[in-house]
């Protein structure tokens, strides 16, 4: 920590501000917007993280002033001046090790961008109230704090640990199957372990993005003349500073890092220009100064009517129409007019937005490679390698010359794959030779990054007379907003798991991408899956009520089984074991909760693991035993929160038999290991994969030091979603099962209880694992009844632009949840292992909606199914 040591009157002086911070009297700039702001930019404490100052809705940068817990962010200087602030930085050794060795063994942390708020809310509680603070009470108390990866169950466990003063133990090392704690747990409980944002290399400039007012509009004229006249600024760049090209992308290369004069703009989050200067304050004060002249047109935003229009909603491409995927087996018309009971529903999703507590954030750093400039890129996507090449392909340089080092980021759910502020802060350092640090407000991040689809899905179904599927047809309709992004593989995805974990003989389904200028659609947990599930769960429920069977009998009579052939022909192998036993083990609660005379809702659900549809799938991995007795483990995969890093080191454990001690795992572009997106709940399958060929080869070569021993694991023999000439494609080589049981009191109306029964073939590590589905679960339960992130048709823009807004169910609104994993090994894949990370919610709107409809007869079929005015 920086303090200046000063003495004497405690209100502002001269343009300066006293307190004490930890213990120490500090005297600061009166320019810092909040006290947050001080914190971290003049002071250098940065336990305290910034996820959406200075609105205080995310509790991140929660601090003790005057030994109450107060969020940050919050608090102008004037009010903290004399006061005593107290960071985790100056808490007691005893009390952080209590905090860290609690959180750890609880599995109490995914990412950790939110804990440290959260341990301070804690110690203010546990302070007053000791070994008698309630569980209920602190849920209540965390009001103010959002989580987004645990579903806060362990962060609750982690708290009453601490309360009652009892110590679990800290398991350090182990192979499949143990409870290690995930790798840094105790740093980033604390705040101790960098994010981008807490990195601050000398001579570091900060960049701020201006952004388009229009989301359909011509640039006539960009003038940033009087923006350079601002202090502290370096430099303002705009398109025409761009060295090499201008349009990235993960499939297309459609989206421009900045947009030119005589450009279009195409969706809110555009950027125009670039401002660069000596502070995070001074850039984006500039931004205001950057005066643009439009030519405004009026935005696409119908996605019916984009596709049948002849405007071109986004710059540079050919039509509305960015995907279409079919297919089609057996005869769905004679099927549907044979059938006893037939329904036809349409469905309505919404969009979402990720909300990942740490905004993103990217710092790049000039260096030299041999005789050439080079480029050394922080991180915190999910695919460092397309950074690193699209990076490479803005500046006009060879690959070689960029290095893109993975920082574990603080969430991203799928929101951090496309490149975001890594292109713009690394034009800026490559241009002026100097580190540029670029991350985003969180409004800002709403603007930028791709959110889950809205999609609007026609069902036609039917069953015989003893509840078994005959036929279905779906007509699907995704607005994917302007930019491709991965979009066009979620309505594949959506097209493919249409049928949910069913045999149905007859199918015929269509699902198109539009383009809009509505915000970007991509990559988002569950990916397309959640909403065909939530859709085919409800045709289900229908039927079931149309033949007098149980929500579970009619699952049960059509559930799918090896040999048998599922959605667009793939014969199913002895990996789908898992969806029958999973319906099996929920059973008893099912029954149970029926007969306690509580509204239930029962939902099943299928997820793949990996691309698939003939997408060849490599993943290297390397183990180097270093001279100094360390051991590097280096694989390709983004360590967002999910525990991929310890799972790399448990493999490591289990095929070497070494302490995890003594393992270093490393995520770098200085080797070639990663092929693609951290995407697909792929990266445990295959990095484990590619870990355990790394440690054979090692142990082939006889462990010989200071050489990399490579490993990989492949898949490369799926097809393509409606592959001409394939009468049974391998869609995916893998799926995980899940069947959720949703539990509420008919007199309250609340939903009590979900149960979670979950197949993921292999459990590498049970704490992880379950925190995986409790995250989940409560992400399904959001996206069920009450998240939306909806935009105005008039002008495309955003209208939810708080946290708050979102609707996503804080801590007392979370009910209880129950997991149970279970092993039901994927045949091929490495130690069984199917996945978890995307599977979590796909059941879970399906069986909400199912108990909604037992509590009130009504039918659902738009979500969300519970939002009130006052999240509006």
């Not at 341990?119 to 009470?137: F, N, P, S, Y």
């Not at 769905?332 to 469905?347: G, I, N, Q, W, Y």
């Not at 060849?616 to 390397?622: C, L, N, Q, R, Y």
């Amino acid at each position: 920590m920086t303090t200046e040591m000063i003495s004497g009157a405690e209100t502002s002086l001269g343009g300066r501000v006293n307190f004490i911070v930890n213990g120490q009297p500090v005297s600061v700039s009166a320019d810092h917007p909040h006290l947050l702001a001080a914190l971290r930019e003049e002071l250098n404490i940065t336990s305290a993280k910034d996820g959406c100052s200075p609105s205080g809705q995310c509790g991140c940068c929660t601090v003790l002033i005057d030994g109450k817990a107060i969020v940050s962010c919050q608090q102008s200087l004037a009010k903290v001046a004399g006061s005593e602030v107290t960071t985790l930085e100056g808490v007691s050794q005893a009390e952080r090790e209590s905090f860290a060795n609690a959180f750890a063994a609880c599995g109490g942390l995914q990412c950790g961008f939110c804990i440290p708020g959260i341990v301070v809310r804690a110690k203010a509680q546990i302070d007053k109230k000791g070994a008698a603070l309630k569980r209920e009470d602190m849920a209540r108390h965390l009001g103010a704090h959002l989580c987004r990866c645990t579903g806060y169950v362990k962060i609750l466990d982690a708290i009453e640990t601490v309360a009652k003063g009892e110590n679990k133990p800290v398991i350090t090392t182990g192979g499949l199957g143990s409870r290690v704690v995930k790798k840094e747990a105790e740093l980033l409980a604390l705040g101790d372990r960098d994010y981008i944002d807490d990195l601050r290399p000398p001579s570091m400039l900060h960049a701020a993005l201006v952004f388009t007012k229009h989301a359909r509009a011509k640039i006539l004229t960009i003038d940033t003349s009087q923006a350079l006249l601002e202090p502290g600024v370096e430099t303002v760049l705009t398109a025409k500073d761009v060295p090499g090209e201008l349009m990235m992308g993960i499939i297309n290369k459609d989206w421009p890092v900045l947009i030119p004069v005589g450009g279009f703009t195409s969706y809110a989050g555009d950027v125009l220009a670039v401002v660069v200067a000596d502070s995070r304050q001074h850039a984006r004060d500039a931004v205001e100064k950057v005066a643009i002249e439009y030519e405004v047109l009026k935005p696409l935003t119908d996605p019916r009517a984009a596709i049948a229009s002849k405007e071109i909603a986004v710059w540079q491409t050919k039509d509305n129409v960015l995907s279409k995927s079919t297919y089609q087996r057996g005869d769905v018309d004679s099927a549907l007019a044979a059938s006893v009971h037939r329904v036809r529903e349409t469905f309505n999703t919404q969009r979402i937005e990720h909300a990942f507590l740490e905004p993103e954030s990217s710092l790049a750093v000039p260096t030299t490679v041999g005789e050439k400039r080079g480029l050394h890129v922080y991180s915190g996507g999910q695919g460092v390698w397309d950074d690193r090449n699209d990076i490479a392909r803005l500046l006009g340089i060879e690959n070689e010359q960029v290095t893109v080092e993975l920082i574990t980021n603080g969430g991203a759910f799928g929101g951090k794959e496309d490149m975001s502020n890594q292109a713009h802060a690394a034009l800026a350092a490559w241009i002026l030779n100097l580190p540029v640090k670029c991350t985003l407000s969180r409004e800002e991040s709403f603007l930028m990054h791709a959110k889950r689809h809205p999609i609007e899905m026609t069902y036609e179904a039917a069953c015989d007379a003893d509840g078994r599927l005959t036929a279905l047809r779906v007509r699907a309709l995704g607005d994917s907003g302007a930019y491709a992004s991965v979009g066009m593989k979620v309505l594949e995805r959506m097209a493919g798991h249409a049928s949910g974990p069913y045999h149905v003989p007859n199918i015929d389904v269509e699902a198109i991408a539009a383009r809009t200028n509505n915000p970007i659609c991509g990559a988002f947990r569950g990916f397309g899956a959640n909403q065909a599930q939530f859709a085919m769960e409800g045709v289900m429920d229908r039927l079931a009520e149309l033949t007098g069977l149980s929500g579970w009998e009619i699952r049960k009579r059509n559930v799918i089984k090896p040999g048998v052939v599922w959605g667009p022909g793939q014969i199913m192998d002895d990996g789908c074991l898992g969806a029958e036993i999973c319906l099996d083990k929920i059973k008893p609660q099912y029954d149970a909760a029926i007969a306690a005379g509580k509204a239930v809702g029962l939902g099943l659900g299928l997820k793949n693991s990996g691309l698939g549809n003939g997408f060849k799938e490599v993943s290297k991995a390397v183990v180097r035993f270093r001279n100094d007795g360390r051991i590097e483990v280096r694989h390709g995969w983004t360590e967002m929160g999910q525990g991929i890093n310890t799972v790399a080191a448990q493999v490591a454990v289990q095929e070497l038999g070494v302490d995890a001690a003594l393992i270093d795992v490393i995520v770098d572009t200085t080797r070639e290991l990663g092929f693609g997106q951290t995407t697909g709940s792929r990266g445990t399958l295959m990095g484990a994969g590619a870990v355990q060929s790394a440690c054979q080869a090692a142990i082939k070569a006889g462990r010989t030091p200071e050489v990399d021993h490579v490993g990989e694991y492949r898949v490369d023999w799926t097809n393509k979603l409606g592959e001409p000439g394939v009468v049974n494609p391998i869609i995916h080589s893998t799926f995980s099962y899940a069947a959720q049981l949703v539990i509420a009191d008919r007199q309250t109306e609340k939903i009590e209880k979900v149960v979670a029964i979950h197949d993921v073939g292999k459990i590498v590590n049970p704490t992880l694992c379950e925190g995986q589905v409790e995250g989940s679960v409560h992400m399904g339960l959001g996206y069920a009844l009450t998240e939306d992130f909806p935009s105005d048709p008039e002008t495309g823009f955003p209208t939810n632009m708080t946290l708050r807004s979102l609707g996503i169910l804080r801590a007392k609104d979370v009910p209880a949840i129950e997991v149970e994993l279970v092993e039901s090994a994927q045949p091929n894949a490495p130690y069984g292992i199917k996945g978890v990370g995307e599977i979590g919610l796909v059941p879970t709107a399906g069986a909400v909606a199912a108990a909604l409809h037992d509590l009130d007869g009504l039918w659902r079929n738009r979500l969300p199914m519970r939002r009130t005015k006052d999240e509006d």
